[in-house]
């Protein structure tokens, strides 16, 4: 049983950062000192580095009160990222709130494996299908400058968020965001060298096992993947063929129960042509990649 951190006499940033480390680790959160770090930064509008040099400056009372509301909040179930109102990913800082799923670093191996199929090719067209924050699309835009990107989403609000985020990163002129599910909002002959996905995956079952800052505060929306997980993984591997240029690839993030799923799903399509499975940092397989095969040669 954890006892709650004993108070200090003088509250210096030192002192503060200990107490809530201890304390967030009494209540069972996992990343305590980082999750500490990461608030009152936020509160002090520095950088989470600069709380170093500053270990023994005393914040305001009006800091600490805001600094408590946060802890109390975090405690509560609410994510740290909806609380700062931001999360790191590829680079660069994503303005997130409820409206949008928090961007994982598991993502980034996606985003990798995206730029690198897109180097070789000049003025390349992506399609980035339910981009949510706009993570995805963004970092493809900011590191691939030549680039002309549409990204799609069901959640108008999304689409908020993610347009806020490509002026943030100086990219909107170069992302079309359309609304719409999946590939309904594209012209019929819209065609893409690469088309990326991190379509929602957790199956109803699995609902109740979710971290509780997962399950009870980011959108159902774009974590619902239907009864067994797969619904969009169906309705992508049917529906992309059209939508790729001949010689195009197709990157689907997967949860890591899922790649054989996805790669069945994938390989009855007569159209595509599956290719290696990616892992991420973990060592879990994550992102599920196919081309569309050329046309067959005339004899």
């Given at each position: 049983m954890h006892s709650t951190p004993q108070t200090p006499t003088l509250w210096t940033i030192a002192a503060l950062l200990?107490?809530?480390?201890?304390?967030?680790?009494?209540?069972?959160?996992?990343?305590?000192?980082?999750?500490?770090?990461l608030l009152l930064a936020h509160v002090l509008k520095?950088?989470?580095?600069?709380?170093?040099a500053r270990f023994q400056d005393q914040p305001t009372e009006a800091e600490r009160a805001q600094f408590r509301e946060?802890?109390?909040?975090?405690?509560?179930?609410?994510?740290?990222?909806?609380?700062?109102?931001?999360?790191?990913?590829?680079?660069?800082?994503?303005?997130?709130?409820?409206?949008?799923?928090?961007?994982?670093?598991?993502?980034?191996?996606?985003?990798?494996?995206?730029?690198?199929?897109?180097?070789?090719?000049?003025?390349?067209?992506?399609?980035?299908?339910?981009?949510?924050?706009?993570c995805i699309a963004i970092s493809i835009a900011h590191q691939?400058?030549?680039?002309?990107?549409?990204?799609?989403?069901?959640?108008?609000?999304?689409?908020?968020?993610?347009?806020?985020?490509?002026?943030?990163?100086h990219v909107a002129e170069r992302i079309t965001f359309r609304q719409g599910d999946l590939f309904a909002p594209l012209a019929p002959e819209s065609r893409f060298d690469l088309i990326v996905s991190n379509p929602p995956y957790i199956a109803?079952?699995?609902?109740?096992?979710?971290?509780?800052?997962?399950r009870d505060h980011e959108p159902r929306l774009a974590l619902d993947g239907g009864p067994d997980g797969l619904a969009f993984y169906r309705r992508i591997a049917h529906d992309v063929g059209p939508f790729l240029k001949p010689g195009g690839s197709?990157?689907?993030?997967?949860?890591?129960?899922?790649?054989?799923?996805?790669?069945?799903?994938?390989?009855?399509?007569?159209?595509?042509?599956?290719?290696?499975?990616?892992?991420?940092?973990?060592?879990?397989?994550?992102?599920?990649?196919?081309?569309?095969?050329?046309p067959p040669e005339r004899t």
């Open positions: 200990k107490w809530t480390t201890e304390f967030f680790q009494s209540k069972g959160i996992e990343s305590a000192k980082r999750e500490a770090e520095c950088k989470r580095i600069e709380l170093i946060l802890i109390q909040r975090r405690v509560a179930g609410w994510p740290v990222a909806y609380l700062i109102g931001s999360r790191e990913f590829y680079l660069l800082s994503f303005d997130v709130d409820p409206r949008v799923l928090i961007p994982r670093p598991d993502t980034e191996t996606l985003v990798l494996e995206a730029l690198n199929r897109l180097k070789p090719l000049t003025a390349p067209d992506v399609l980035d299908v339910g981009t949510g924050s706009g691939k400058n030549d680039a002309r990107v549409m990204a799609t989403d069901i959640s108008p609000d999304a689409l908020a968020v993610a347009q806020q985020n490509a002026i943030k990163h109803h079952a699995e609902f109740a096992a979710l971290a509780p800052e997962v197709l990157l689907l993030e997967v949860g890591y129960t899922q790649e054989a799923a996805v790669r069945a799903l994938l390989a009855a399509e007569p159209e595509l042509e599956v290719g290696p499975t990616l892992k991420d940092m973990g060592g879990h397989p994550r992102v599920v990649t196919a081309r569309k095969k050329p």
